[in-house]
T-cell receptor, first 112, second 114 residues
Framework: DAKTTQPNSMESNEEEPVHLPCNHS???????IHWYRQLPSQGPEYVIH???SNVNNRMASLAIAEDRKSSTLILHRATLRDAAVYYC?????????????FGKGTLLTVNP | SAVISQKPSRDICQRGTSLTIQCQVD?????MFWYRQQPGQSLTLIAT?????????ESGFVIDKFPISRPNLTFSTLTVSNMSPEDSSIYLC???????????FGSGTRLTVV
């Protein structure tokens, strides 16, 4: 599986935007970029995913570099409930039922 | 999205014993996935369980230690056998929700082996 690199930790203030970076320089043309987050004492939660184009949903936005070697998860207004570990994961999507391989992720701290 | 019920939510077990963890999904799914999260670590995939066939185990995990059952399209169990303190972890099951929804995870089973 292609690897991703994320900062170990980031800090933000409540109600400010947060940009969580992810480098994936060895990404292949068939790899999708997925983001999950894990709140304290909970299982991971799907956030967003994309292939080439930027994506928006109710939780976040995903900005994908033109060469696809990096991406950024954007939380438009951080809240205290957004404090979690955020995982950037590449998955081969030749069909359904792909596997998720979790790295260490980025621990996001949100200050009131 | 699917709702996953995982039982038990936590347990404290004696070394040498076995614990069976149940995962119930409120909709039919082709594959179910079992993960382990050791203290302070990220998630590691243990195996993939397809209904009607043997589970597929990842490197480092074996059927004798982590037998899995998948009797129907909404249910699976993971057994942690002959437990040692090193098996103390959170065990999570997961299902895929389709291309637009990603995976859904259960809330996990926190296992402590003493």
């Amino acid at each position: 599986d292609a690897k991703t690199t994320q900062p170990n930790s980031m800090e933000s203030n409540e109600e400010e935007p947060v940009h969580l970076p992810c480098n994936h320089s060895t990404i292949s043309g068939t790899d999708y970029i997925h983001w999950y987050r894990q709140l304290p004492s909970q299982g991971p939660e799907y956030v967003i995913h994309g292939l080439t184009s930027n994506v928006n949903n109710r939780m976040a936005s995903l900005a994908i570099a033109e060469d696809r070697k990096s991406s950024t998860l954007i939380l438009h207004r951080a809240t205290l409930r957004d404090a979690a570990v955020y995982y950037c994961i590449l998955t081969y999507r030749g069909g359904s039922n792909y596997k998720l391989t979790f790295g260490k992720g980025t621990l996001l701290t949100v200050n009131p | 999205s699917a709702v996953i019920s995982q039982k038990p939510s936590r347990d404290i077990c004696q070394r040498g014993t076995s614990l069976t963890i149940q995962c119930q999904v409120d909709s039919q799914v082709t594959m179910m996935f079992w993960y382990r999260q050791q203290p302070g670590q990220s998630l590691t995939l243990i195996a993939t369980a397809n209904q009607g066939s043997e589970a597929t185990y990842e490197s480092g995990f074996v059927i004798d230690k982590f037998p899995i059952s998948r009797p129907n399209l909404t249910f699976s169990t993971l057994t942690v056998s002959n437990m040692s303190p090193e098996d103390s972890s959170i065990y999570l099951c997961s299902v895929e929700q389709g291309i637009n929804y990603g995976y859904t995870f259960g809330s996990g089973t926190r296992l402590t082996v003493v």
